[in-house]
């Protein structure tokens, strides 16, 4: 596994994984909404720039999912990342439930913009899961 570091914060990491050619974010505390995009649209820049299909999201300490977090994530983020080609989502699912709940919406509406999403508790199994796709 060889890994491109693209954005590093407080917040997140992005990386771009060169060999099995995914983007992959973790999310090391709850997150304001801007900074969800800032994590987003590096990813989707280099999911563009890279021709990458996959995504990986540890999202296991994003907790609060804001309804401006989903409705930028469903509305302006997803359909664009779609539409450059993007097709598999592995997601470890945040740790508590609430996180869980807010993010149930999310995973539908990327099924019918032809994301196949796959949910984990795992990372090394949702690691797994994606490298095979």
């Keep these: 596994m060889v890994l ?3 954005l590093k914060t407080e917040w997140a990491t992005v990386q771009y994984e060169t060999e099995a050619r995914y983007i992959y974010h973790t999310i090391l505390q709850d997150l304001p909404p801007a900074e969800l995009r800032t994590i987003l649209e590096t990813g ?3 999911l ?6 996959k995504w990986l ?6 907790v609060n999912v804001t309804p401006e977090a989903v409705e930028f994530t469903l509305t302006s983020w997803g359909p664009r990342a779609a539409a450059a080609g993007w097709q598999y989502w592995a997601m470890v699912v945040p740790e508590s439930a609430i996180g869980r709940a807010g993010m149930q919406e999310i995973v539908e509406i990327f099924y019918n913009l032809g994301v196949r999403v796959a949910i984990f508790s795992d ?3 949702a690691r797994a899961w994606l490298v095979k796709q």
């Design 48 to 53: 563009q720039a890279n021709g990458a299909h």
């Design 4 to 6: 491109q570091m693209l």
């Design 123 to 125: 990372l090394e199994e």
């Design 44 to 46: 989707l820049e280099s």
């Design 57 to 62: 999201s540890d999202d296991r300490k994003y």
